[in-house]
């Protein structure tokens, strides 16, 4: 009874800067996610190119990459970026999230690029496609549909792991949680607010990742274009 | 139209083609006819660099390749190759599997792709399809809406890999049908069939490969009633 009450009054106290944090938190996900996608595309592609140098300098970054702790990376590489450029705590540490989700986006990318059935590069670039081409149109949207349900639960993964530039000082959610039961004496029930607020934010984005799931599912995108293709023939090829 | 010399090609130490030497003319129809494993596939596959020879000499329409040298995505511009499986792209409509490479690589306009699409695609009976997407197709119509990707790009040539194998026996018809047509239309076209009906009627010469050689090459009337070989003897006993 003690602790809900005491929730509540942090809810009533820290309710709003920790709305605000969870902006952050949410700006600092995007921008490092987007980052990562990059970073992950161009080190797939490195993997798939056949290429020795390139595909050893991608399996070496993946190795790195999975091989430290994250907290041990944020550190090494926030240091390492801020003492060579200068920039902010928020930039630095979205770099570093960047870099290190950007391994595991790789991977992501390189299967769903390797389980596209060989046929269709055979018969894109039997049709004279050049390769770049051929991966540009045939290849990665087959396989970026298939990367979605894993790409969702690498955003998820990398939400949860920016709680840990609370420790290079950007205030997003987990920082403020640090120093909110710093001041308040209730840890428990203050991390308890903040993993609520966390909670949230992932069911969010679980439910936006189950949208875009269900419209790149292919039967049913057809079904929905299907209303349209007899009477309205042009739609489909207007896409194209 | 297309000249091979003493051509060879090896997989990791298995010797699949050994000195394959042949011509053909231009308006040809050949049969490619032999066991599996014999190495037709990768005979077809040589002749439009799908697979790259070690050795040996392949012109076409008069000019001598040169892997390195010659830009082989243009080479394949004019030759159109069909596959067992039709690899056709899952993700676009019939008329944008066919447009794709017209628009990309011929640089055509969408409205002009458009429509020669839609004459070849009511050559081969397919116009209605049009909107519709390959999983909706059957084997059949699959096949030939490959056919019709294949000819947009009006290629002076057409390779045939098989392309009623995958077939159910009441769809391959209509797909011998659309080759027949267009064989007597003039095309050039080599295929790899164990359709023997088919090349009794429309080859101008059959081939057999036998390990990697050239066993049997001539007119249809003499290669099924009266072969040379030894071998073609008794793989015409186990396929007729
Ligand atoms: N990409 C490849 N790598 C290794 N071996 C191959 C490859 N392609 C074909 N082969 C081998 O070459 C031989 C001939 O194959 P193929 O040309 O497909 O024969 P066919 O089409 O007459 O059945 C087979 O033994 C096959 O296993
Ligand atoms: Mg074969």
């Not at chain 1, 990059?38 to 020795?52: H, P, Q």
């Not at chain 1, 300098?57 to 790195?64: G, Q, S």
């Not at chain 1, 203050?190 to 990742?209: D, E, H, P, S």
């Not at chain 2, 023997?196 to 290669?223: C, K, Q, T, W, Y």
Request: aromatic share 8%; proline share 3%.
């Amino acid at each position: 009874m003690n602790s809900i009450t005491s929730m509540i009054s942090i809810f009533q106290t820290h309710g709003f800067e920790f709305l605000k944090a969870t902006l952050t938190t949410v700006q600092l996900t995007a921008v490092s996610l987007l980052i990562a996608m990059i970073i992950g595309l161009v080190f797939a592609f490195f993997k798939v190119s056949n290429i020795f140098v390139l595909e050893k300098l991608a399996d070496t970054y993946i190795f790195l990459v999975r091989g430290m702790p994250l907290i041990v990376q944020l550190m090494f590489l926030y240091y390492g970026i801020s003492s060579v450029f200068v920039l902010s705590d928020f930039t630095a540490g979205a770099i570093a999230l960047g870099i290190h989700s950007g391994a595991y986006i790789a991977e992501i990318f390189r299967g769903a690029i390797q389980s596209i059935d060989r046929g269709q590069m055979e018969a894109a670039r039997s049709l004279g496609m050049p390769y770049s081409l051929s991966m540009r149109r045939i290849i990665l949207p087959q396989a970026f549909k298939r990367a979605v349900p894993s790409l969702g639960n690498q955003f998820i993964i990398g939400l949860k792991d920016s709680s840990l530039v609370a420790y290079i000082a950007v205030t997003e959610l987990f920082n403020h949680a640090l120093s909110a039961q710093a001041e308040n004496y209730m840890p428990f029930e203050t991390y308890f607010v903040v993993g609520i607020y966390y909670l949230i934010l992932v069911l969010i984005f679980t439910l936006i990742f189950n949208r875009i799931e269900a419209r790149l599912d292919v039967s049913k995108g057809r079904k929905r274009r299907g209303g349209k293709r007899f009477d309205q023939g042009k739609t489909a090829v207007q896409s194209v | 139209m297309i000249k091979v010399k003493q051509l060879c090609k090896a997989f990791d130490g298995l010797q699949v083609l050994k000195n394959i030497s042949m011509e053909i003319n231009k308006s040809e129809v050949v049969v490619l006819i032999g066991a599996s494993g014999s190495g037709k596939s990768t005979l077809l596959r040589c002749l439009n660099f799908l697979e790259i020879k070690d050795s040996g000499e392949i012109e076409i329409s008069g000019q001598v390749i040169d892997t390195k040298k010659t830009n082989l995505n243009k080479v394949r511009e004019d030759m159109g190759m069909v596959f067992q499986h039709f690899n056709l792209f899952p993700h676009m409509t019939v008329l944008a599997n066919v447009i794709e490479a017209p628009i990309h690589i011929k640089k055509k306009s969408k409205q002009t792709a458009i429509d020669q699409a839609m004459d070849i695609l009511q050559k081969v009976g397919l116009a209605d399809k049009a909107h519709h997407y390959p999983e909706q197709l059957s084997g059949g119509q699959k096949q030939r809406v490959a056919i019709a990707r294949a000819l947009a790009m009006e290629p002076a040539v057409m390779l045939f890999d098989e392309p009623t194998s995958a077939l159910d026996p009441e769809l391959v018809g209509e797909v011998l049908e659309t080759m027949k047509n267009l064989a007597r239309e003039g095309m050039t076209m080599v295929i790899v069939t164990h359709e023997m009906g088919f090349a009794r009627e429309v080859a101008d010469r059959v081939i057999m490969l036998a390990d990697g050689n050239i066993i049997e090459d001539g007119h249809p009337s003499v290669f099924f009633t009266d072969p040379k070989e030894e071998r073609t003897r008794r793989f015409l006993q186990q396929v007729l």
